[in-house]
Antibody, heavy 120, light 113 residues
Framework: EVQLVESGGGLIQPGGSLRLSCAAS????????MSWVRQAPGKGLEWVSV???????YYADSVMGRFTISRDNSKNTVYLQMNSLRAEDTAVYYC??????????????WGQGTLVTVSS | DIVMTQSPDSLAVSLGERATINCKSG????????????LAWYQQKPGQPPKLLIY???TRESGVPDRFSGSGSGTDFTLTINSLQAEDVAVYYC?????????FGQGTKLEIK
């Protein structure tokens, strides 16, 4: 069964750092495009970052220079390192897998999400 | 960046009736080389992650009931839900994947009248 399980969320003070993890099962993260998508409380979806199978990474302007996406192939896990956190980063962070064919940049598998709260 | 705008923001439809949600992109998401529209639709129920319904604007994801259909091309798209069921109550989002940053519409909340 294809599954994504996020962890690492919690309450953090403004300016602090947090690392989110997304453990995959049923498929290999290194051969897929993997994204992080967030959702502020009561709000819509916002794409955050993607890591391609070849290793290229891309970010939303709102997190550029503060967040870093990476993966550990041996652990079949994707990470999101979040630094210099702000109140507006408060959200549920979802890990999502893109479709299986070239160009399939829609998200066909989502994790349950992990809540990050940035507050003093 | 491509801005996605959905209408309406909320919608109340009677059971068994048809619901129609619109999505407009700020620029065309039709890729001329393959004639594909890089547009997806998702359903999100309270407390759950989004679920993929439609991709390539009109291709239904495996397991999605055939009462859900997508149409449109270029910049204007529609999600249609025929014969509305109680379990269809959710927020629906469109998403363009033509270029990064990928972007979503603001969501349409669908309720039962």
């Amino acid at each position: 069964e294809v599954q994504l399980v996020e962890s690492g969320g919690g309450l953090i003070q403004p300016g602090g750092s947090l690392r989110l993890s997304c453990a995959a099962s049923g498929f290999t993260v290194s051969t897929n495009y993997m994204s992080w998508v967030r959702q502020a409380p009561g709000k819509g979806l916002e794409w955050v970052s993607v890591i391609y199978s070849g290793g290229n990474t891309y970010y939303a302007d709102s997190v550029m220079g503060r967040f870093t996406i990476s993966r550990d192939n041996s652990k079949n896990t994707v990470y999101l390192q979040m630094n210099s956190l702000r109140a507006e980063d408060t959200a549920v962070y979802y890990c999502a897998r893109e479709g299986q064919q070239l160009g399939d940049h829609y998200f066909d598998c989502w994790g349950q999400g992990t809540l990050v709260t940035v507050s003093s | 960046d491509i801005v996605m705008t959905q209408s309406p923001d909320s919608l109340a439809v009677s059971l068994g009736e048809r619901a129609t949600i619109n999505c407009k992109s700020g620029q065309s998401v039709l890729y001329s080389s393959n004639n594909k529209n890089y547009l997806a639709w998702y359903q999100q129920k309270p407390g759950q992650p989004p679920k993929l319904l439609i991709y390539w604007a009109s291709t239904r994801e495996s397991g999605v009931p055939d009462r859900f259909s997508g149409s449109g091309s270029g910049t204007d798209f529609t999600l249609t839900i025929n014969s509305l069921q109680a379990e269809d109550v959710a927020v629906y989002y469109c998403q363009q994947y033509y270029s990064t940053p990928y972007s979503f519409g603001q969501g349409t909340k669908l309720e039962i009248k």
